[in-house]
């Protein structure tokens, strides 16, 4: 075949540079073919088909072919790929802090996909860069931030977030590393409930793991703060920098949050003391309890929609921590976690934008970009090409529900775990385990018959005579949830999840937990009561397991 022929033929697989409504039609109609082959998929499950694992052998046995397919029989390739997916928006799916997307940060999404622009520059950003600093001026200002101050950019994650958090920490504290690289040691101060990414970053920074410094936190896995300022006193005393102390504000599993006032107070204090010529960076990854900030001004006391007692009390707690966030250097925020758009729509906001300089390129070492055009993210940002997906996807979903919709998925999210606990709380074999966490998930554990619930916890945290107990407990818990597991992916019960370690006894071993995530808004209290049903009832079999065993 000529190539002309076939590029006739190619030319049609595109959407169509000029108007023409008829094929227009062709692409909005081939988006809905593929989303009619989903709906078939679609049960009474939690999940898309049937339970597949995946199989990598066969992946990994593809090749190119020397024909390509239509793009009819591309489509169920495609759509292939959705088998066995969880459908997180499932009233009975709650695994973990995972949304699901909203239609109007779908659409968000899309468009910056069909038009491709790149935010590295407003060159080839357009409008879509004035998008960006749309959200970040929203978000600022949602999170207590100056917006004519403050300045942020939309990153690849959290990991990101924290990534240019310490970025810009280290180069405070050791100034010339970026040009120079790192010539004495620096250290990250950060709980042991942080997530693992700070690791990461102190890895990809040339910071090394071993110099994150995790602090032991409380039972409500916010970090000790006499604990936090030892570990400070010692770095600097050794000699050491601090490139970023990270307050964790909304833990992963737990949603513990740490006091960031006083996280601020000590590092002052610690700087003029030590007579420091730089305040170490203080970064708040704040990528799932950002979005409470939208309570900063609910009024709690005439509690207008209408939450219960509990959940009043449970938003206003974590409010009075979260409302701290500008005290913050730098904050990290997922759209794509407690903002319910698609991955990855992650923010890093820098209370003074001026920051960015400290990271800054130098234009002559990037020839081919910026000839044109005056806002130019991409001489500092980590990405050379960035898209608009994720600016798109924020700003679509603020403009959606503003402050009051938000509040209301959230609130109801938390009024669902309040539900839970309330019945796990009246049930003698089970018991919370992150009861003073008041955020959307909750943790906890089955006991065998003769264990005192309320004595056990701290058993098994802390009396040495009771270690053997929290393996044996954890094993427990493991064949509970394995069962629930099972029971909910054909169809009865709620899909939810295990924690191999929410947090450490006080010899180290890992104490594992059942746990419930709500973020869906179409759970409901029935949904919340099966939960501990189908505990109780596996923990039930798991008894008489046992018995039959023996
Ligand atoms: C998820 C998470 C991260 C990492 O964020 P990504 O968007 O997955 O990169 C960092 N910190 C905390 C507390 C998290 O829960």
Not at 163 to 169: A, E, F, S
Not at 248 to 268: E, Q, W, Y
Not at 377 to 404: D, H, Q
């Given at each position: 075949m000529h190539y002309q022929q076939l590029l006739e033929?190619?030319?049609?697989?595109?959407?169509?540079?000029?108007?023409?409504?008829?094929?227009?039609?062709?692409?909005?109609f081939s988006i809905l073919r593929a989303l009619d082959q989903v709906d078939a998929l679609k049960s009474q499950t939690p999940i898309l088909g049937q339970p597949t694992e995946p199989d990598y052998d066969a992946a990994r046995a593809a090749r190119v072919a020397g024909e390509g397919l239509q793009l009819e029989a591309v489509i169920p390739e495609l759509v292939s790929y959705l088998q066995g997916m969880f459908i997180w928006g499932h009233p009975r799916s709650q695994i973990n802090v995972v949304p699901n997307p909203s239609i109007a940060?779908?659409?968000?999404?899309?468009?910056?996909?069909?038009?491709?622009?790149?935010?590295?520059?407003?060159?080839?950003?357009?409008?879509?860069?004035?998008a960006e600093v749309r959200a970040t001026a929203m978000a600022a200002e949602l999170v207590g931030?100056?917006?004519?101050?403050?300045?942020?950019?939309?990153?690849?994650?959290?990991?990101?977030?924290?990534?240019?958090?310490?970025?810009?920490?280290l180069e405070k504290a050791l100034p010339g590393t970026a040009r120079n690289g790192l010539k004495e040691s620096a250290v990250i101060l950060a709980s042991q409930q942080s997530h693992y990414s700070c690791l990461n970053v102190a890895n990809w920074l040339g910071i090394g793991q071993e110099n994150v410094i995790c602090v032991p936190t409380h039972l409500d896995n916010s970090v000790q703060l006499p604990a936090l300022e030892a570990a400070a006193r010692d770095a600097l005393a050794s000699g050491?920098?601090?490139?970023?102390?990270?307050?964790?504000?909304?833990?992963?599993?737990?949603?513990?949050?740490?006091?960031?006032?006083?996280?601020?107070?000590?590092?002052?204090?610690?700087?003029?003391?030590?007579?420091?010529?730089?305040?170490?960076?203080?970064?708040?990854d704040a990528v799932i309890g950002w979005a409470w900030s939208v309570f900063d001004d609910y009024d709690f006391l005439q509690n207008p929609l209408g939450f219960r007692g509990r959940t009043v009390r449970a938003l206003a707690a974590v409010q009075h921590d979260i409302g701290h966030l500008p005290l913050a250097d730098s904050i990290g925020i997922d759209f794509h976690k407690t903002g319910y758009t698609p991955y990855i729509s992650s923010?890093?906001?820098?209370?003074?934008?001026?920051?960015?300089?400290?990271?800054a390129r130098q234009r002559e070492t990037m020839p081919y970009?910026?000839?044109?055009?005056?806002?130019?993210?991409?001489?500092?940002?980590?990405?050379?090409?960035?898209?608009?997906?994720?600016?798109?996807?924020?700003?679509?979903?603020?403009?959606?529900?503003?402050?009051?919709?938000?509040r209301a998925l959230l609130g109801h999210a938390v009024e669902m775990a309040e539900v839970l606990r309330e019945q796990i709380e009246s049930h003698p074999n089970l018991t919370v385990l992150n009861g003073e966490n008041y955020g959307p998930v909750t943790l906890f554990r089955a006991y065998p018959d003769g264990v005192d619930t309320f004595a056990v916890k701290a058993q098994e945290r802390g009396d040495p005579a009771y270690r053997q107990q929290v393996l044996a407990h954890n094993e427990y818990n493991r064949r509970i949830f394995e069962r629930v597991h099972a029971e909910a992916l054909a169809g009865a019960g709620v899909v939810i999840s295990l924690t191999d370690c929410y947090r450490h006894t006080d010899f180290g071993d890992p104490i594992v937990a059942l746990k419930s995530y709500v973020l869906s808004p179409f759970t409901?209290?029935?949904?919340?009561?099966?939960?501990?049903?189908?505990?109780?009832?596996?923990?039930?079999?798991?008894?008489?397991?046992?018995?039959?065993?023996r």
């Open positions: 033929s190619l030319r049609k697989a595109f959407p169509q540079p000029v108007s023409d409504p008829v094929h227009d039609g062709y692409v909005v940060s779908v659409i968000g999404v899309l468009l910056p996909l069909l038009y491709n622009p790149n935010l590295c520059s407003d060159e080839s950003g357009r409008r879509f860069s004035e931030y100056d917006p004519r101050q403050s300045g942020g950019v939309f990153t690849f994650g959290g990991t990101g977030g924290l990534l240019y958090g310490t970025k810009i920490g050491k920098k601090i490139a970023a102390i990270v307050a964790t504000m909304g833990s992963t599993d737990a949603f513990g949050v740490d006091n960031l006032r006083a996280i601020d107070t000590l590092r002052r204090r610690l700087a003029e003391e030590f007579a420091l010529p730089y305040l170490p960076h203080l970064h708040a923010l890093v906001l820098f209370r003074d934008a001026k920051e960015f300089d400290l990271i970009l910026y000839q044109s055009g005056n806002h130019h993210p991409g001489m500092y940002t980590l990405e050379t090409s960035r898209g608009a997906a994720g600016p798109m996807a924020a700003l679509a979903n603020m403009l959606l529900f503003g402050k009051e919709g938000y409901d209290e029935n949904r919340m009561q099966s939960i501990v049903t189908h505990v109780v009832a596996a923990r039930k079999a798991v008894d008489e397991g046992v018995k039959g065993a």
